[in-house]
């Protein structure tokens, strides 16, 4: 071994990989990276003005639409120096404490967005199968308390594993494969006893994410039924047009996680830049995706931002 890699292995830095082999287009890459944060960062900015000055959109749809936003805006704000970093040539490096920092931010924001996409679910849920009691089922109070609950489960539930990472001594070479921290990444470098660690994290997110889904999916099937027994053919299509623009956002959410867990689990034979693209598939599609769907799915949203565009004319 290197002087300089036992040196590395040695110390608490961890190097970032952003595409390897093609560290000469960096400077390339840096534009749609770039161009990419600032839609994230516009968009969801734009989504939450517009649910907070419209009037008609204080609604426990868009409220939970609000959440959303404010989630997909601290992802990004939680990456981008790392991302960008890399991709500007600023800096591939990162102490333990920040990455471990980075790490809680990464995966606690995505449990607390499938939170947040399953209480949209349950909102179009009653809108839809049981829309004489939406008022009293959706109230105020009982709206604060679904936000609070999906903060306390995302916040907390990965706390365990994430105080874990600070204690494991790395003994392997502080290579990444993202140009950002992810648990499982930080536990391949690990040599010590990490079952806790891998066994807690699979059954968080059986408990989280799958069961999220599953709840989502058996929604969906309610309000299938329901809509399909609606007489008239107009009705039944407004009543899926309202399920659109959250059934996008549920695929946005979900096949990223899928193809980046498929990608750790079973892709160890695949070229590093393909582990690298789900990554950043995973951190930035949702993000940038969820303010351009619910601004063109949306009428209530499209329309204030058309009014409040030709306004600013």
């Known amino acids: 071994m290197s002087a300089s890699s036992a040196s590395n292995i040695n110390s608490s830095i961890f190097i970032f990989t952003g595409f ?9 890459f840096s534009v749609p990276f770039s161009l990419i944060y600032a839609v994230v960062f516009l968009g969801n900015c734009l989504v939450l003005h517009v649910v907070h000055t419209e009037p008609s959109l204080h609604e426990p749809v868009f409220y939970f639409l609000a959440m959303l936003a404010l989630t997909d805006l601290f992802m990004g704000l939680s990456t981008v120096y790392t991302v960008l970093g890399t991709m500007w040539g600023l800096s591939q490096e990162i102490g333990l404490d ?10 606690g924001l995505s449990f607390m967005e499938s939170g947040v996409l399953l209480a949209m679910a349950f909102d179009r849920f009653i809108a839809i199968c049981n829309p004489l009691r939406y008022t009293s089922i959706l109230t105020n109070s009982r709206i604060i308390y679904f936000m609070v609950t999906i903060l306390t489960r995302s916040s907390l539930s990965i706390l365990p594993v994430i105080i874990r990472l600070k204690f494991f001594p790395y003994c392997r070479p502080h290579i990444l494969s993202h140009s950002f921290c992810l648990h499982q990444d930080l536990l391949r470098l ?39 027994a609606i007489a008239s053919r107009k009705e039944r299509l407004k009543a899926l047009e309202t399920r659109v623009s ?68």
Not at 201 to 218: F, G, K, N, R
Not at 261 to 290: A, C, D, E, Q, W
């Open 190 to 228: 690990a040599c010590s006893d990490i079952r806790f660690n891998s066994f807690y994290a699979l059954a968080l997110v059986v408990c989280t994410l799958l069961l999220d889904a599953v709840l989502i999916l058996i929604s969906y099937v309610f309000i299938l039924h329901t809509v399909l």
């Open 246 to 313: 959250h059934l996008c956002a549920v695929l946005v959410f979900y096949i990223p996680i899928i193809g980046l867990t498929m990608v750790h689990r079973f892709g160890k034979h695949l070229s590093p830049l393909v582990h690298v693209l789900m990554g950043n598939i995973y951190i930035l599609f949702p993000p940038m995706m969820n303010p351009i769907i619910y601004s063109v799915k949306t009428q209530q949203i499209r329309s204030r931002m058309k009014k409040w565009f030709s306004l600013k004319m």
């Open 98 to 107: 920040a990455c471990v920092s980075q790490t809680y931010f990464v995966h």
């Open 20 to 28: 390897p082999g093609l560290e000469q287009y960096y400077p390339w």
